[in-house]
């Protein structure tokens, strides 16, 4: 038996429900400062920011044929994953993390969480910002393929590079 080590349990994901808005814009304004703003700078970082003020949390909140999952640990909310089925396409947004728990499996989890509500002969794809190297490396690891670059709409009419990446759900590495 292993001394001092602490047997950490897998956070619990669930369905957002509406009772978790102002948390989840809490978790997700500092989850995108964190994840975004040397690349994307300051201003825009808080114009992304500020659009969580919106009913929709800036469009987090998928509409019909979505799912938005968090995952939550001692009741607090220390991820976040939303998916939504958009023809062949399981289009995935605000996957993030708390710095806590990354490298720990819990992003996996979600995403096993995610794809089990599709058909495994659709197709997964995420937008990627170019220079969140650690989001790509996350994403290769379970089977994703770089199918190339893209401009993403981070606000209203402003873009910054991206890389659209995308696996089969049959193929992803969720082990």
């Known amino acids: 038996m292993a001394h001092g080590s602490a047997t950490t349990q897998m956070p619990l994901i669930t369905l957002f429900q509406e009772d978790d808005k102002q948390e989840l814009r809490d978790f997700l304004a ?3 400062t964190q994840a975004h703003e040397d690349e994307l700078g300051t201003e825009l ?3 992304l920011v500020a659009r969580l ?38 289009f995935i947004w605000a996957c993030y993390l708390a710095s806590d728990f990354q490298r720990k499996g819990l992003g996996r989890a979600l995403m096993k969480q995610a794809v089990s509500e599709f058909p495994e002969d659709k ?21 994703f393929i770089d199918c190339g670059e893209a401009e993403f709409e981070v ?5 910054t590079p991206a890389r659209v990446m995308q696996v089969r759900i049959a193929n992803l590495n969720l082990g």
């Open 30 to 32: 500092s989850a995108w």
């Open 45 to 47: 970082t808080k114009q």
């Open 53 to 90: 003020e919106s009913e929709d949390l800036g469009g987090v909140v998928p509409g019909e044929y979505g799912y938005l999952y968090l995952a939550k640990s001692e009741q607090k909310i220390v991820g976040s994953l939303a998916c939504a089925l958009r023809g062949e396409v399981v």
């Open 123 to 143: 197709v997964a794809g995420i937008y990627v910002l170019e220079g969140n190297e650690e989001a790509k490396q996350f994403y290769q690891k379970l089977g």
């Open 155 to 159: 606000i209203a009419d402003t873009y």
